[in-house]
């Protein structure tokens, strides 16, 4: 005890006589001073109030008496004056005073003791966390050492680290210095480690932790007081703390060695499968440069025979037998042609989507052919198979898929006929708001069970036949569906889009006729090309793609009809060269090729509006298709909606264009998406670039519009809003790439207004 007071000596006696030890100090400084020194674990203060308020102020404020339990002797105070004392107890007799310091003291010890189980808690949990963090293991010991001596109470505490393979190099660690020693030289550090028990003597202490670590070996403690129990435990869980973190750091380490060489090796495999890639890219190409070959130079002989026998069966001078073999040569022609198409069928574009080898053909006569060929099967099964189609009924496809879904359709009707049913095809054109369509009908008289299973007949887990159906007509552009009439039986339907720009093919005199120049190195299907042609047409024929540069410069025809296959110069290059040229720019260009790919070939060389035709075809097809060109290059731009700096549909256009898709998705709700891209400055010379880059990105049955001024409209059928969003955002994004900043707005027209022209409104607001 630590007595401050002028009657100290009479006051310490009792103290000591009841087992106190007592220090006194006559003067608040000798008690300031005793504090620092002995660190009491009490202060009695036997002063006068007044000069105990002084000497309280002035224990209040020094550092080493906070926490020090102060009692006051009010033995001989009056009670008003203790009043205004700041003590923790006030003792007004000896046994009384004996009780508070004894109080006193123990709350002081269990304060004490609660704030060093404190500190050994953060310490633990520290070294704990340590485990999570990457660059703990370095600086743990120099984190560790300092704070764990303060909690023991330790002279000195260092962490034992081992390094090395083999024969370990060994140092003892602290905050301040990192001390090699020589084991060899310390048995009491060797046998802690190798028994994995503590050792200690003479003061010094070495506890190991559990088992070896990479870093973390032992604790070395010396400290001259006896460690108690709860102290040993306290040490072993520190030095459990320190092994975990160090297996942590090795496995961390090791994690992250075979993260690196599995990253290696997925880099090594990546670059092996892009090289593979590429090389099967490679032969990809060169089977597409194969079948293109193979089919040029396969539909070119048939051009030729299917064209001669074409002039044969339309003279009406050809002797009868004559005739007779005319007809077997265009029937070979047409298997041999059935052999080509089976050869290409298996060529697919890079999206994996149908290809379609269009040509103009009569729906009708086609239904009428598939009728005859199932004649045979339908009078096996007892059923009744006829066809009711008009005289004639051209539409634009692919001839043999639309066979095939024939085929399949009536197939499949005969098959669920009754015995002695009848299954009945019929042709005809219905009229629509977007155009009239070619509507082709297969129905039967077999019992149907439920209705609402026809709904779901085209679905692939209900077969493939009617699945490729499905795929070849909407590949078409047309639509397919089944139903069951009120008259039984079940009917499936699909439709086919209408030509009926069909130009007049009237014969002309020689010298009003617009001047046609083909060029076509092949002597014979060049003849045969201008004998149909010449009926209508002058006729100027060149040989390669030099010469027919040289005479579209000086002849200006009204159309040239190219092929693509030349020497000297092929197609392509005498097409850019003319699209070049200011005075051959505006000269519309046939191509004729055996790929069925080319018409998307050139839209990626962004050359502007080039019409195609692929072989095989006849004179009426090529007449057709030269009409045609000719006939869309005579009107105005404005006139058929397109706009004359792009290419690309004017508003018009693009209205119209807008109309026709609103009809097409009434009748079964489906999606369409409506976008226009606002330039946030002048365009100026940047527009035909950012009309390429739109074309390009678009697909086929996506529709791009400008609108003047730089501002680009969107039509994005079967296109929800936000597939829609993501795609105007890629589009603005390669915009950029253009030196040109784009603003978007896209609609939804389920939610907009109805109407073309207020769904355009709306957005250009």
């Known amino acids: 005890m630590l007595i401050l007071g002028g009657r100290t000596p009479g006051l310490a006696a009792g103290l000591e006589a009841r087992g106190f030890r007592c220090e006194a100090a006559a003067r608040p400084a000798e008690a300031l001073k005793a504090v620092a020194r002995s660190r009491p674990d009490a202060i009695v203060i036997s002063l006068p109030a007044r000069s105990a308020s002084t000497a309280l102020e002035a224990l209040r404020q020094s550092p080493q008496a906070r926490g020090v339990p102060l009692v006051f002797d009010g033995s001989r105070v009056a009670a008003r004056s203790l009043g205004r004392l700041d003590v923790d107890v006030v003792a007004r007799s000896l046994e009384e005073l004996e009780q508070q310091l004894l109080a006193g003291i123990r709350a002081r010890r269990a304060a004490d003791r609660d704030e ?69 030289l310390a048995p009491t550090v060797r046998a802690a480690i190798e028994t994995r028990a503590p050792a200690g003597g003479d003061g010094t202490w070495v ?20 460690l108690e129990q709860e102290e040993r435990d306290f040490i072993s869980a520190i030095c459990v703390a320190l092994a975990n973190v160090a297996e942590h750091v090795q496995a961390q380490a090791s994690v992250s060695r075979t993260q690196t060489t599995l990253e290696s ?62 007809e077997a040569i265009q029937r070979s022609s047409r298997k041999m042609l ?11 574009d890079q999206d994996g989507r149908i290809v379609l080898f269009t040509k103009a053909m009569d729906v009708s006569e086609i239904c009428q052919e598939a009728v005859n060929d199932l004649q045979i099967l339908a009078r096996e099964k007892g059923v009744a198979l006829r066809a009711e189609a008009p005289m004639s009924l051209e539409v634009v496809g692919d001839e043999q898929k639309i066979r095939q879904v024939l085929q399949n359709l009536i197939t499949n009707a005969i098959k669920h006929a009754v015995g002695a049913g009848a299954v009945v095809v019929r042709a005809r054109r219905k009229p629509q708001p977007d155009g009239d369509v070619a509507l082709v009908e297969v129905q039967d ?19 493939l036949g009617l699945t490729i159906c499905r795929d070849y007509v909407e590949r078409h552009g047309g639509e397919i569906w089944a139903e069951a009439p009120t008259e039984g039986g ?144 005579t009107r105005t731009a404005s006139a058929v909606g397109l ?30 998406t409506v976008g226009v891209l606002k330039p946030s400055g002048p365009a100026g010379a940047k527009i035909a670039a950012c009309a390429g880059v739109i074309r390009r990105e678009l697909r086929s049955p996506d529709v791009v519009g400008h609108l003047g001024g730089g501002v680009f409209a969107v039509l994005l059928p079967e296109t929800p809003l936000d597939e829609g969003r993501l795609l105007v955002d890629r589009l603005c994004t390669l915009l950029e790439g253009e030196g040109l900043r784009f603003e978007a707005r896209l609609l939804d027209v389920r939610e907009g207004p109805q109407g073309a022209d207020l769904l355009l409104e709306r957005l250009l607001a």
């Open 116 to 184: 060093l189980v404190r500190r050994r808690l953060e310490l633990l949990l520290d070294v704990t966390r340590a485990a999570t963090d990457r660059q703990a293991l370095s600086r743990l010991a120099t984190v560790v050492a300092p704070r764990l001596r303060d909690a023991l109470g330790c002279e000195e505490l260092k962490v034992l680290q081992l390094e090395g393979e083999g024969p370990r190099r060994a140092y003892l660690v602290d905050a301040d210095s990192r001390m090699p020693i020589d084991l060899a």
């Open 207 to 226: 506890y190991p932790v559990p088992h070896e670590p990479a870093a973390f070996a032992a604790l070395v403690i010396k400290r001259v007081a006896l």
């Open 265 to 326: 090796a997925y880099l090594e495999r990546f670059k092996e499968l892009q090289e593979a890639n590429l090389r099967l890219k490679a032969f990809d190409r060169r089977k597409n440069e194969l079948m293109a070959v193979l089919s040029h130079d396969l539909r070119a002989p048939l051009n030729v025979q299917l064209g001669h026998a074409h002039l044969l069966l339309t003279d009406a001078s050809l002797p009868p037998g004559l005739k007779h073999s005319a």
């Open 338 to 348: 059935a052999l080509v198409e089976s050869l290409l069928e298996s060529s697919r």
């Open 445 to 463: 008289d077999g019992a149907v069970g439920d209705p609402n299973d026809l709904l779901m007949v085209f679905e692939r887990s209900t077969g």
């Open 490 to 633: 079940a009917r499936f339907s699909f439709t086919l889009p209408i030509r009926t720009d069909k130009p007049e093919r009237r014969p002309v005199t020689a010298a009003a006729a617009p001047l046609v120049l083909l060029a076509e190195d092949d002597p014979v299907f060049a003849r045969v090309c201008s004998l149909g042609l010449s009926g209508h047409y002058r006729v100027e024929v060149a040989h390669d793609g030099d010469e027919a540069l040289r005479k579209a410069r000086t002849l200006a025809p009204d159309i040239i009809v190219m092929d693509i296959f030349m020497p000297n110069r092929d197609g392509l290059d005498a097409l850019t060269e003319l699209k070049r040229a200011p005075e051959t720019s505006a000269i519309p260009v046939l191509l004729i090729s055996g790929h069925s790919e080319l018409s998307e070939k050139l839209r990626a060389l962004d050359l502007g509006h080039v019409d195609t035709l692929t072989k095989p075809f006849s004179l009426s097809q090529l007449l057709t298709r030269v009409g045609d060109t000719m006939k869309r290059n």
């Open 643 to 672: 706009d004359p700096e792009t290419g690309l549909f004017n508003q018009l256009g693009l209205v119209n264009r807008l109309d026709q898709e609103l009809s097409r998705r009434r009748p079964f709700d489906r999606a369409l």
